[in-house]
């Protein structure tokens, strides 16, 4: 079952589609409700919690007072306090006949007070997609009163710990005596830009319909919301894939589905060859995090083309006795031009190539980086005549023809830092270009908080003027193909905000493309595996500091196999 991102245009769309193929508004308020009311009981003990719903004028309302009535029934002690509810309110009514106490808020700010005061659950069901202003008055009240027991109830500065799931018991923490759990989306997010109002609750734990909704994964609602779970509304698959919807989520059913499969009989042959490019006397690591990571992804051959100081650095490391390597000539540690020579005869023998780990930004750097990749001959030194003797120039070799290639780190600044167009000269669908928000800003001449007010537009742009698949880092990393698809990433965790962990991604996506995945399913698959394997660690070691990229690396390999669990769950 595949889980789309919406617009709030675009729910609004798709819940009159299910409506019109005859699943009514109706029942999928019920169905919302009943989702909320499910993961609550799924989480706490009925008989002592005492749960606070607070229900606004719209549909969120309904959905939160759905939940209330299910919430009774089951045994849970359930308070209402309905603020603008219109006057014939069904739902209210048929929560108050199943022993949900109702009040009116406005009237009894103190009342609800009270109730916060002793609660364990608040439901935050005032807004959700319907809101279009700024919060003031008896709402801006009433949620200060939960933000206010929300602060007294932290005991501890807990791992915020974010993860979009079909299953909620996949490892969510309940530290607090007070959780917040939003409707949809926490009162006060904006759906479509991601905009927070001041008055925003933080949400322990949001259930949202159908699909998360494109704002929730922006700066910076993102941070208001911790676990967030999609429930299924029933809306009718079909209704779901003829309905437009801005991106895909990556989900552990859709990543299950794009591993390479493994033949019984290969060898390493079968399973493809990667070549790293990278390294320089001030970045030797990189290049060996990149390898680590393509050894842990199956693929069965990997080399380090690297400058011979960085491979004396690295070739003792663990995981790396297991590369073999070819020395690049360089200048005082970086990569130049000539290195194109050595790379003519080897590159044919690779099914992938990581450029860029590694590399830094030498002057003579950029120059190799653009001849690798066919951008502009390597125009090599004028040999100096030695008396009557004149050297022959040997004949520059042709930029070599590339396979699949991910271009990462300095090799995306290599190509931000060229005077011409790159992208028409560049075969199309053949590179995974693997920006953080930074090196994006650099290759579109726009300011960092430009890419990360409209990352997913611009990734979505950039892939089809570029034709190349691009992966925009970050919380909820964008994967964006030529054609226009985009999948987002359901990964945000700081455990991976940790120096090297790029370096791992770009190994990993050049060793799935080794396997013979395309650009747009290497990335999609990698980014799901690299971001599984951050958040495997962080429940290891019970906290998100600390982990390093190398274990990054090596955890891909339980990231690969735990996948397969969740993925059949
Ligand atoms: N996706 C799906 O398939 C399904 C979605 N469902 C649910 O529907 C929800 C969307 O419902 P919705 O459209 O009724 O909007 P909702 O958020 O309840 O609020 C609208 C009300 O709020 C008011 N208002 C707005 N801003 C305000 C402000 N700043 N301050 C004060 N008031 C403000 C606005 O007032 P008005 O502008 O009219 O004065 C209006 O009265 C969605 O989030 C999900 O929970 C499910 O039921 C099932 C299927
Ligand atoms: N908060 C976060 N949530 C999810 N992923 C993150 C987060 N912070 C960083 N990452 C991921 O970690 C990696 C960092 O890459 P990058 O910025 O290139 O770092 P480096 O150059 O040090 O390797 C990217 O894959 C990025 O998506
Ligand atoms: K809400």
Same mark, same amino acid.
């Given at each position: 079952?595949?889980?789309?991102?919406?617009t709030t245009e675009?729910m609004?769309?798709l819940?009159?589609?299910?409506?019109?193929?005859g699943? +009514?508004?109706?029942?999928?308020m019920?169905?919302?409700?009943?989702?909320?009311?499910r993961?609550?009981?799924?989480?706490?003990?009925a008989e002592e919690?005492?749960?606070? $719903?607070?229900?606004?004028?719209?549909?969120n309302?309904?959905?939160?007072l759905?939940?209330?009535?299910?919430?009774?029934q089951?045994?849970?002690s359930?308070?209402?306090f309905?603020?603008k %509810?219109?006057?014939?309110?069904?739902? &209210?009514?048929?929560?108050?006949?199943?022993?949900?106490? !109702?009040?009116?808020?406005e009237?009894?700010?103190?009342r =609800?007070?009270r109730?916060?005061? %002793?609660?364990h659950?608040?439901?935050?069901?005032?807004?959700?997609?319907?809101?279009?202003?700024?919060?003031?008055?008896?709402?801006a009240?009433?949620?200060?009163?939960?933000?206010?027991?929300q602060?007294r +109830?932290?005991?501890?500065?807990d791992?915020?710990?974010?993860?979009?799931t079909?299953? #909620?018991?996949?490892? !969510?923490?309940?530290?607090?005596?007070?959780?917040?759990v939003?409707?949809?989306?926490?009162?006060?997010?904006n759906?479509?830009?991601?905009?927070?109002? #001041?008055?925003?609750?933080?949400?322990?734990?949001?259930?949202?319909?159908?699909?998360?909704?494109?704002?929730?994964?922006?700066?910076?609602?993102?941070?208001?919301?911790k676990?967030?779970?999609?429930?299924?509304?029933?809306i009718?698959?079909?209704?779901k894939?003829? +309905?437009p919807?801005?991106?895909?989520?990556?989900?552990?059913?859709?990543?299950?589905?794009?591993?390479?499969?493994r033949s019984?009989l290969? *060898?390493?042959?079968?399973?493809g060859?990667?070549?790293?490019?990278?390294?320089?006397?001030?970045?030797?690591? /990189?290049?060996?995090?990149?390898?680590?990571? &393509?050894? %842990?992804?199956?693929?069965?051959?990997?080399?380090?083309?690297?400058?011979?100081?960085?491979?004396?650095?690295?070739?003792?490391?663990?995981?790396?006795?297991?590369?073999?390597?070819l020395?690049?000539? *360089?200048?005082?540690?970086?990569?130049? #031009?000539?290195?194109?020579?050595?790379?003519?005869?080897e590159?044919?023998?690779?099914?992938?190539?990581v450029?860029?780990?590694?590399?830094?930004?030498e002057e003579?750097?950029?120059?190799?980086?653009?001849?690798? =990749?066919?951008?502009?001959?390597?125009?090599?030194?004028?040999?100096?005549?030695?008396?009557?003797?004149?050297?022959?120039?040997? #004949?520059?070799?042709?930029?070599?023809?590339?396979?699949?290639?991910?271009?990462?780190?300095?090799?995306?600044?290599?190509?931000?830092?060229?005077?011409?167009?790159?992208?028409p000269?560049?075969?199309?669908?053949?590179?995974?270009?693997?920006?953080?928000?930074?090196e994006?800003?650099?290759?579109?001449?726009?300011?960092?908080?430009?890419?990360?007010?409209?990352?997913?537009?611009l990734?979505?742009?950039k892939?089809?003027?570029?034709?190349q698949?691009?992966?925009?880092?970050?919380?909820?990393?964008?994967i964006?193909?030529?054609?226009?698809?985009?999948?987002?990433?359901?990964?945000?965790?700081?455990?991976? &905000?940790t120096?090297?962990t790029?370096?791992?991604? &770009?190994?990993?996506?050049?060793?799935?493309?080794?396997?013979?995945l395309?650009?747009?399913?290497?990335?999609?698959l990698?980014?799901f595996?690299?971001?599984?394997?951050?958040?495997?660690?962080?429940?290891?070691?019970?906290?998100?500091?600390g982990?390093?990229?190398t274990? $990054?690396?090596?955890?891909?390999?339980h990231? !690969?196999?735990?996948? /397969?669990?969740?993925a059949?769950?």
């Amino acid at each position: 079952m595949a889980i789309y991102v919406y617009t709030t245009e675009q729910m609004r769309a798709l819940e009159r589609a299910a409506d019109a193929a005859g699943h +009514s508004y109706a029942e999928m308020m019920e169905e919302a409700g009943a989702a909320v009311a499910r993961v609550i009981h799924m989480l706490w003990p009925a008989e002592e919690t005492r749960v606070v $719903v607070l229900a606004g004028p719209g549909n969120n309302g309904g959905d939160g007072l759905v939940a209330a009535r299910f919430l009774a029934q089951a045994g849970f002690s359930v308070t209402a306090f309905l603020w603008k %509810r219109p006057e014939q309110d069904q739902q &209210a009514e048929q929560a108050r006949a199943t022993g949900v106490a !109702i009040f009116p808020a406005e009237e009894d700010l103190h009342r =609800l007070q009270r109730a916060i005061e %002793r609660a364990h659950i608040v439901i935050d069901a005032l807004l959700g997609t319907g809101l279009n202003r700024p919060i003031e008055g008896t709402l801006a009240d009433i949620l200060k009163i939960v933000q206010e027991e929300q602060k007294r +109830s932290r005991q501890f500065d807990d791992a915020p710990l974010v993860w979009f799931t079909e299953d #909620p018991s996949f490892s !969510i923490k309940i530290p607090h005596r007070l959780s917040v759990v939003a409707v949809d989306i926490p009162t006060g997010i904006n759906s479509d830009t991601g905009a927070v109002d #001041p008055a925003t609750v933080p949400a322990d734990i949001t259930i949202t319909f159908a699909g998360p909704k494109v704002g929730q994964l922006l700066s910076p609602a993102a941070t208001m919301q911790k676990a967030i779970i999609v429930a299924d509304i029933g809306i009718p698959e079909a209704v779901k894939e003829a +309905s437009p919807a801005i991106a895909e989520l990556v989900t552990p059913a859709l990543a299950a589905t794009l591993l390479p499969e493994r033949s019984l009989l290969g *060898h390493k042959g079968t399973f493809g060859r990667v070549l790293i490019i990278g390294g320089s006397v001030n970045y030797p690591g /990189a290049p060996g995090l990149a390898a680590m990571a &393509a050894l %842990r992804s199956g693929a069965g051959l990997i080399t380090l083309g690297v400058p011979d100081l960085v491979a004396m650095a690295l070739a003792p490391k663990q995981d790396l006795t297991n590369c073999t390597w070819l020395m690049l000539p *360089h200048d005082l540690g970086a990569l130049k #031009p000539d290195a194109i020579k050595v790379l003519a005869d080897e590159i044919p023998a690779y099914d992938a190539l990581v450029l860029g780990p590694g590399l830094g930004q030498e002057e003579m750097t950029f120059a190799f980086v653009w001849a690798l =990749l066919g951008l502009r001959a390597h125009v090599a030194p004028r040999p100096s005549g030695i008396g009557f003797i004149k050297e022959h120039a040997t #004949p520059e070799p042709e930029a070599p023809t590339l396979p699949p290639t991910v271009i990462d780190a300095d090799a995306l600044n290599a190509l931000a830092a060229f005077d011409e167009e790159w992208a028409p000269r560049l075969p199309p669908n053949h590179f995974v270009l693997t920006p953080h928000p930074g090196e994006m800003a650099r290759l579109c001449g726009v300011e960092p908080s430009y890419v990360q007010a409209n990352r997913l537009q611009l990734a979505q742009q950039k892939a089809q003027e570029w034709q190349q698949t691009v992966v925009l880092k970050g919380a909820y990393t964008i994967i964006a193909a030529p054609d226009g698809h985009v999948s987002v990433s359901p990964f945000a965790t700081p455990v991976l &905000a940790t120096a090297g962990t790029g370096d791992v991604l &770009a190994g990993l996506i050049g060793g799935l493309l080794a396997q013979g995945l395309a650009p747009y399913d290497a990335a999609r698959l990698g980014v799901f595996l690299h971001g599984l394997a951050g958040r495997l660690l962080a429940d290891e070691y019970e906290t998100d500091r600390g982990v390093l990229a190398t274990e $990054v690396a090596q955890w891909l390999t339980h990231a !690969i196999s735990a996948l /397969a669990n969740i993925a059949g769950e």
